[in-house]
RNA sequence: GGGCAUAUAGCUCAGUUGGUUAGAGCGUUCGGUUCACAUCCGAAAGGUCAGAGGUUCAAAUCCUCUUAUGCCCACCA
């Protein structure tokens, strides 16, 4: 038998890489490869990320809590599927080419479509191979042979697909409104693509007609078609319902009074030019009273030609050209400094402007009939898909960690809008709507045609919707358009087989930052499509934060680079940093220090396992549970079935921080620091040894995985510890003995620490060894049984246990300890402080007697004796007991 | 303006449906070249559980209010 020679210290850069060979290489990140017949399926949509570069610690938190989940299922014998990818993110992979083409001095007009995108497919191939190496490096299992991409030919046929239904549903419709415009993308911009920035505004007042206003932005007064005022308002309520002309020097408009709730009468003068073109606000107005909608700034960011004398001005210049001309009129007044949100571009930062175009819009609160109502659980014939997305979580179908969150799901549906689909940007599914114009035969006239389908139209002069698709109108589909979906005839076996046997998925795990951007229109996409759910549970983690709190940010320079950290640390230490001490749901800071400790954690237990192989003679795999020689012995198994069970609780429960912490401290407070230094006493263990450190193995793999795969690599093994079987947890002996077992051990474990303790108080340099008596009256044969291991790990030359003769107390080189069951006396001829004895003994003195008086005044209250549950009461009257006689000794003692 | 979260040892966080003298890791102090590990071992100190009220025999835990911080939603012309 050759004796294996492992390291000092554990070196992750020398094997992870090799490890994730073999892994790759097996063939068992598919589910199809898995041995056993694996009856219950487990699958997880690996969150795609966008395709403009490299993984951050967000990304790195998603994998390493999915990877967690994926190989703990896996090895629970589950067919365990997880499914890799990339999306194409259209705005922001666009934004990301068109800088890079800034820097060449090209843009994506010079090039024009056909190179612009053919540019940028050279990016995102360039970026996806990124994203799978640091993916890799992670060390997730991951199916790569099912890996997808949501400009495939496959997504972009599901996109085309449910496009086209929705279409025929009526639930796409297209319609002009106003929208959130970013001149800079050139695009419009969902609602939640908007983000507001506080920021200072100049306030401007000045005559307007009659009245006085108010506003920000004077320049988009040239599109004014009503003036608003509050109803209730006393000042203006008269004036409701006339029509003004006004002259703001250069220009005239014509306008009506309304009235409406909306205005605020302490704000400015009360009085608000109505743009219904330019503020989302005024177009709801204009709506309800049938207003003019005139737009005055183009999609160019510039002035149109409504704009008159200001035409082709862009805005800036046309704001300051209309304030100098209110002011040669004489009709300025004053302006004033306030704080104000800017409403700007998630993507680019750029300020939003709001302006009327025809778009395609998601109708959220149209009724639509339902093909299949079983899945959902949903009663009536129709429904809206607004109504379905609150239903199947209201319902339980779909379950949200942590429950909170469900909260923010329900406000965020309920007061949804209209879904604006259509991008004017390149890059992205293009809408599936052609036209043409053609000549009646007979009356000469223009004829529209509209086609709209999933298969490019036959005959001539078609020409295609030149806008794109919303990127999350395709990840809304992710989950089963990753599958397979829509199985068509040209589908294989496996294809259609998939969509069978994954879906709905089993867990969505994600950032909370995108519960609405991406969650719920899943859920939506999939009620549509499927009549489904796509997922069962929602998983949510936070986000990563710097030792300070603050947000990591490529712009603030604080963001870690996994990369680096993986290089310093290793790729476990990192995950574990993920993992452990975060709770769901909640921000976490992620630092150094953190990293650094899981990394001694790997290291640990590297050196547990270096031990334990490096001790016995046969690295055999122990399956069934190992003979019990002695009391350590059989506490070891029992806090192993314990920790097992907890553990298994844990991560079912998703408590993942729990779970690793349970484990952590079983592996390094009892196994490494109690069970092994009892080893190195008792000796023979092999069996024992082995079989709780492969169940720790186990155990830690889904958390650690390379480590723990790497040291399994010298077991005696034909199979890889991925695929090895999570420990269940057997107990075959009863309860009862179990228990006094544990107990009895944790009481020799009291003594060895008590021991150590007065050493320590006593200052006892670590080598030195002392006599000690231990005083017992029922428990004198259990004590002695274990002296060897008293001895050893106490530092003891002698034990003697007595039932009742203590050593004299008064003799000042005896020091005591009392503790529940028994009294401890340490000979320290020679070696004691005297007046540091004292000071301990009269500290834990008055410690004791405040402890009794607690318990005595809640043993005194009646109440308490009545209500509270027999048990508790006993419980406490034990306590009281032993303290008293503690209390005791201790005075004897002094 | 509406909502949510957080507040526990110097720091980072646990604390499951109310019942231990409130825990862990890091840091601190003391002591250690014990033949797996100094990325380690042994011991210790350190908390009125943000504040005030309430429910209960019993509250870090449940309720109300207050304070501080963070986030989300809406958005002011």
Redesign the pocket.
């Known amino acids: 038998m050759k004796k294996v020679d ?1 390291p ?4 992750a850069k020398k094997v992870e890489d090799g490890i994730y060979r073999q892994w790759e290489e097996s063939g068992f990140f598919n589910p199809d490869n898995l041995p056993g017949d694996r009856k219950e399926s487990f699958a997880i949509s690996m969150p795609p990320p966008n395709a403009t570069g490299i993984l951050h610690t967000g990304h790195v938190t998603m994998l390493a809590i999915e990877d967690l989940m994926i190989r703990y299922n896996r090895m629970k014998g589950k067919k365990t599927l997880w499914l890799p990818g990339t999306d194409h993110a259209a705005i922001a992979t666009q934004t990301k080419v068109e800088k890079l083409l800034a820097k060449e001095k090209l843009s994506r007009q010079k090039l024009g479509r056909e190179k612009f995108l053919r540019r940028v497919d050279q990016f995102v191939a360039d970026s996806r191979d990124i994203i799978r190496k640091q993916t890799k490096r992670m060390g997730s299992s991951c199916d790569w042979s099912r890996e997808r991409f949501t400009l495939d030919e496959g997504l972009t046929r599901a996109v085309k697909e449910a496009f086209v239904r929705m279409y025929d549903d009526g639930l796409i419709y297209r319609g002009h409104r106003i929208v959130n415009w970013c001149p800079r993308c050139q695009s419009t911009l969902a ?2 693509e ?3 920035k506080n920021q200072k ?1 100049k ?1 401007y007042y000045f005559k307007y007609g009659l009245f006085e ?5 004077p320049e ?1 007064k040239i599109g004014d078609t009503a003036l ?1 005022v ?1 109803p209730k308002d006393k000042r203006y309520k008269k004036y409701i319902g006339q029509k003004l002309d006004v002259d703001f020097g250069k220009v005239k408009v014509q306008v009506k009074v309304i009235g409406d709730e ?14 219904p073109a330019h ?4 177009y709801q107005m204009a709506e309800k009273n049938k207003l003019l909608v005139i737009q005055v700034i183009g999609q160019d960011g510039k002035m149109t030609e409504n704009a008159g004398p200001y035409a082709g001005m862009s805005v800036e210049k046309c704001r300051e050209a209309f304030l100098n001309d209110l002011k040669s009129a004489g009709l300025f007044i004053k302006e004033e400094e ?6 700007v571009c998630y993507r680019c930062d750029t300020p939003v402007e709001p302006l009327t175009s025809d778009q395609w819009f998601v109708a959220v609160d149209k009724p639509f009939k339902l093909k299949d109502k079983s899945k959902l659980g949903w009663k009536k014939d129709t429904a809206t898909l607004k109504e379905l997305a609150i239903h199947v979580v209201k319902s339980g179908k779909i379950k949200i960690i ?1 429950e ?2 469900e ?2 799901y329900f ?2 549906l309920e ?1 949804l809008h209209d879904w604006c689909i259509s991008r004017q940007i390149w890059y992205g599914h293009r809408i599936p709507v052609w036209q043409r114009s053609q000549k009646h035969k007979n009356t000469k006239t223009q004829k529209q045609e509209i086609y709209v389908g999933v298969n490019n139209p036959d005959g001539e002069g078609w020409i295609q919707d030149e806008d794109t698709l919303d990127t999350w109108f395709s990840s809304g589909l992710w989950t089963f358009s990753t599958l397979g979906w829509p199985a068509s005839a040209k589908a294989s076996a496996g294809e259609a087989n998939d969509l069978k046997l994954y879906h709905p998925t089993s867990v969505m795990e994600t950032g ?2 995108i ?2 951007f991406w969650v719920a229109r899943m859920i939506i996409m999939t009620a549509y499509c499927l009549n489904n759910i796509p997922f069962k549970v929602v998983y949510l983690h936070g ?1 990563v ?1 710097t ?3 603050a ?1 990591m940010s490529k712009s603030l320079d604080n963001a870690l680079d996994p990369l680096k950290v993986i290089e310093k640390y290793g790729t476990d230490a990192l995950r574990l940093s993920m993992i ?4 769901p ?5 992620l ?1 150094d ?2 990293i ?2 899981y ?6 237990l ?7 192989i ?2 016995v003679g046969d690295l055999k795999l122990i399956k069934g549970k190992p003979a019990v020689k002695t009391l350590a012995d059989e506490w070891i198994l029992n806090r192993l079935d314990k920790t097992a069970s907890e553990v298994s ?2 991560l079912d ?1 998703f ?1 993942f ?2 779970a690793g ?1 349970t484990l ?2 079983f592996t ?2 009892d196994f ?3 069970y ?2 009892i080893a ?1 006493i008792e000796k023979n263990k092999d069996e024992i040894l082995l079989y709780v450190l492969q169940n720790i193995l186990k155990m830690w793999h889904p958390f650690c995985p390379f480590v723990t795969e790497e040291i399994w690599s010298h077991f005696n093994s034909d199979k890889l510890l991925m695929i090895e079987e999570w420990p269940k947890t057997v107990i075959a002996r009863s309860k009862a003995t179990k228990q006094s077992h544990v107990a009895d051990f944790e009481f020799i474990q009291s003594i ?3 021991i ?2 007065l ?3 006593n ?5 030195k060894l002392v006599k000690a008596t231990v005083v017992s009256k029922n428990k004198k044969d259990l004590i002695e049984s274990q002296t060897e291991i008293i001895k050893k ?1 106490a ?1 003891l030359e002698e034990l003697n246990v007595e039932t009742g003769h203590a050593p004299s107390p008064q003799d000042a080189n005896i020091i005591s300890a009392i503790i529940t069951g028994a009294e401890i006396y340490l000979d320290l001829s020679g070696i004691i402080d005297v007046e540091a004895e004292k000071k301990r003994v009269a ?1 834990e003195i008055a ?2 007697e ?2 009794i008086k ?2 005595e005044a ?1 043993l005194a ?9 027999k048990a ?2 006993d ?2 009257k034990e ?1 009281l007991a ?2 008293k006689e ?1 209390l005791e000794k201790l005075k004897n003692n002094l």
Request: aromatic residues 10%; proline residues 3%.
């Open positions: 492992l000092k210290t554990y070196d609602d939640d908007v983000k507001y505004a306030l206003v108010a506003t920000t932005r988009t608003a509050n909306a205005v605020d009468p302490e704000f400015g003068t009360g009085v608000v030019g109505v743009t503020s989302q606000v005024d306030i704080d104000n949100n800017l409403s942590p909170r969150f909260k923010v406000h965020w007061n909370y930052d519960l609405f986000m934060r030792d300070e709190g947000k452990l001490g975060v709770t749901g909640n921000d976490f800071k630092y220090e953190k650094a400790g990394r001694n954690f790997v290291n640990k590297w050196n547990i396992s270096r031990f334990v490096q001790e609780k844990n429960e408590q921080s729990l912490e952590e401290q390094w407070n490494a620091d109690w092994l230094e190195k060895i620490t008590a150590r303790n050493r320590g108080e200052k006892v340099e670590p080598a790990l530092r500290k410690e004791t405040n402890y607690t318990i809640k209250n009646k109440e308490f004796v009545e209500n509270a549950p508790i009461v419980k406490e306590k032993g303290q503690k």
